[in-house]
């Protein structure tokens, strides 16, 4: 899974799967960016470098 999987989906489908895992406490008092932060730590995302490439990218694609 990927940070951009994780940003499409909804809070309710980001609780479900915050759910599934055990280390996840407070999962119903998240937000959407909470639930995201504690589940990129669970599949080993960095959001920091996952950010930094998106706009890399983004910059390569808009001076082309």
């Known amino acids: 899974m990927e940070l951009r999987d994780l940003q499409k989906m909804t ?17 119903y008092a998240m937000n959407k960016a909470q639930l995201i932060e504690a589940l990129a730590a669970i599949y080993g995302i960095d959001i920091a470098a996952a950010t930094r490439a998106a706009r890399e990218q983004f910059a390569a694609d808009k001076s082309t």
């Open 11 to 27: 809070v309710v489908k980001l609780r479900e799967e915050g759910l599934k895992h055990s280390s996840i406490a407070g999962v």
